[in-house]
């Protein structure tokens, strides 16, 4: 299909950039709208490689704003209805959703019923539309020390973020089941890569490292998560945009599960090693009071994206970090930039990432 409109929401984000980069290469005759509210997760530094790509266009505005959103299915703002819909645009930290839920029940639920109804109102009946929910592991809530999440795991969200995301998921199912909507669902586990604003884990340890600040780890540091490389994340929903099935979820993982701690023990070496320090890092490790509620264990069995889409990772861990440390050491303006000035207040001054109250356990 050629003249293809791609409307991804969210696209100045972490993941949202890193899908725009990789969807203009893969598809150079496709056209993307990329609208995003700029929260303070989203940065178009991130975009400024394509910045005058002919065929990328930016538009400022929140997924919540009704009129905006149907003047953009419209074809109003210049270019013609959306064929496909990547729905990334959301408030995406568990501990800010800790703080405050609400900004994660407007954007995230609330905002994605915005953009189903104004695409159901606009979309023809064919089979050719597509309204991708980039959803996440988390919604399924949290596993003990066996198992694996499955498509059909029950939902059971435990933090503010992820209801919110599954009230998001249960809409969009909703949509599918009452007005047969083009949808179809994808459940990631923990990205990592270029361009995630250091309040995550592992770009807020890399940040912490290089400025010798403490690295807060939380309760004892044994809860798991399953990372995958971001590009890996970009590439499983551009394969389910074009081989997916309406109305289906598709978990996306790589088998790659981490204790925070060893987490958090390699970036200290790997770091150090890239930086050649004498003294090791690991001086810097800080047990925090655990984050509440905090899930025990995440990890995604993918087999059904491997069996019925042929997708697989093309990253090993070994690799994909080895570049996500490479990109922020090459990328130290951005990473002052997004932690000072208009950030600054949103940035915790201990110890990075969202200000909630992270107490260091010997100060107890
Ligand atoms: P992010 O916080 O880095 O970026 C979110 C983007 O959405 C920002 O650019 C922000 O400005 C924009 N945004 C927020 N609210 C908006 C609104 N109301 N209107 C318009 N734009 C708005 O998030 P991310 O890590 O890139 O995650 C993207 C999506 O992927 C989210 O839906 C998240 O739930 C999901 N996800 C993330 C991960 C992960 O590990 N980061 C894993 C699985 C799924
Ligand atoms: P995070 O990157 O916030 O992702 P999520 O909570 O969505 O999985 O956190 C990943 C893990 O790292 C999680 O178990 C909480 C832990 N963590 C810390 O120990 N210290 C930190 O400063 C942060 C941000 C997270």
Redo the contacts with the bound molecule.
Sequence with gaps: MTNVIVLV??????????FIHYYLAAHPDHHVIN?????????LE?LKAIDSHPHYSFIK?????RALIADIFAGKKGFGCPHYVI???????VDRSIQDSS?FV???VL?TQVLLDAAKNTWPKTTQNRFL??????VYGSLESTGYFTEQTPLSPNSP?SAS?TG?DLMVRAYFETHQFPAII???????GP???PE?LIPLMIHNILNEKPLPVYGQGANVRDW?Y?ED?CLAIDTVLQKGQLGQVYN?GGHNEWRNIDIVHLLCDLVDQKLERKESSKRLITYVDDRKGHDLRYAIDASKMQKELGWSPQHTFETGISLTIDWYLSNLDWLADVTSGVYEHYYDKTYGGSIVMKVAKNEC
């Design positions: 929401t969210g696209g100045a984000g972490f993941i949202g950039s890193n609208l995003d509210a700029l929260t303070y997760a989203g940065n991130n505005g929140d997924i919540t704003d729905h990334f645009a959301a408030e995406s930290h900004p407007i954007s995230n905002g929910n980039v959803s996440t592991d988390e973020y995301k998001s994808t459940r990631c586990s923990n990205n990592y361009y995630q604003f995550k995958l971001v994340h996306i």
